[in-house]
C-alpha cells in the first residue's frame, strides 16, 4: 500500500464547490486505478500551541481544514496513476479554485502498520 496525503484549508462558503471539484478529480483517480480515495472535513481539530492542522496551513477565519488521501498498491502504481491523471484532458481545474492552493499540503507515504480494512 502506498497512501497520497492532503490537507486543504477550504472557505466554508466554497464548501459545495469543493465538493463538487473533489467529485470529479476523484472520479479521474478512481477510473485510472487509484484504490481508495477520501475526502473529510475537520470536526474535532484543535489549534496548537507549537502545531497543530489549523496552524499548517495557516487557517484563516471562515475556513475549515480538509484532510484528503488516496490510496494505491505501492509507489510505482502511485506514479503510473498520477501520471495517468495528470495527462487526462478531463483534469481542468476550476477557473476560480475553492481553495488557496500555495497553503495546500501533500505527500506520499509508504505505510509503517495497516490494520483493518485495507490491509
Excluded: C
Excluded at 470536526?43 to 475556513?63: N, R, Y
Excluded at 487526462?88 to 509503517?112: H, I, K, T, V, Y
Amino acid at each position: 500500500m502506498y497512501v497520497d496525503g492532503f490537507v486543504i484549508p477550504v472557505p466554508l462558503a466554497r464548501m459545495d464547490d469543493y465538493r463538487a471539484m473533489a467529485e470529479t478529480a476523484g472520479a479521474l483517480w478512481m477510473e485510472h486505478g487509484a484504490l481508495s480515495l477520501v475526502e473529510s472535513v475537520a470536526d474535532d481539530v484543535q489549534g496548537g500551541e507549537k502545531t497543530s492542522f489549523p496552524m499548517s496551513v495557516k487557517l484563516e477565519p471562515g475556513e475549515v481544514v480538509v484532510f484528503s488521501f488516496i490510496t494505491y498498491r505501492d509507489r510505482a502504481h502511485r506514479d503510473a496513476v498520477n501520471a495517468a491523471v495528470m495527462a487526462d484532458p478531463r483534469l481542468q481545474g476550476p477557473a476560480d479554485s475553492p481553495f488557496d492552493s500555495s497553503r495546500m499540503m501533500w505527500g506520499g507515504f509508504a505505510p509503517l502498520l495497516v490494520l483493518g480494512a485495507g490491509a
